[in-house]
């Protein structure tokens, strides 16, 4: 659309983000990847020693864990320190984790992401 000063005075030019349908399409999605990651390798949420979801908000890690029953002390958060890292988050969020908590044989972290594009994976690490 070519700009006219309608345009530009109505905000058309700008982007705009709907914040309560991406809320619900990353906890939908995290879901669905983490069950399906879960599934696959014949697992629950009982079997997970950590969870580290991507860092996005507080609320949507609060969702996730809650769907598999995880204990909230077994969801490790930095968000509340560095904030949406964007990519980086679980890494960051991975690296303090083994810091503090090394794993043990057979302890497993279950990571979930969602990030730009719509995009969402999870996958579970496991000491061997």
Known sequence: MPPTLKS???KEHF???????????????MI?????????????????????PHQAN?????????RFDIDPAKVFKT????????????GIALDECLEKFPLKKGE??????????????AGVLEQI
């Open 15 to 29: 982007i705009k983000m709907d914040g309560r349908e991406v809320f619900k399409h990353a906890v939908k999605r």
């Open 8 to 10: 530009v005075e109505d």
């Open 108 to 121: 497993r972290i279950l990571m979930t992401a969602f990030g730009a594009g719509l995009t969402w994976g």
């Open 58 to 66: 507080i609320r949507i890690i609060d969702a996730i864990a809650k």
């Open 32 to 52: 669905e990847a983490c069950t399906d990651v879960l599934e696959k390798n014949s697992l629950t949420g009982a079997d997970i020693t950590w969870m580290i």
């Open 79 to 90: 968000v509340h320190k560095y904030g949406n890292t964007s990519a980086s988050s679980i």
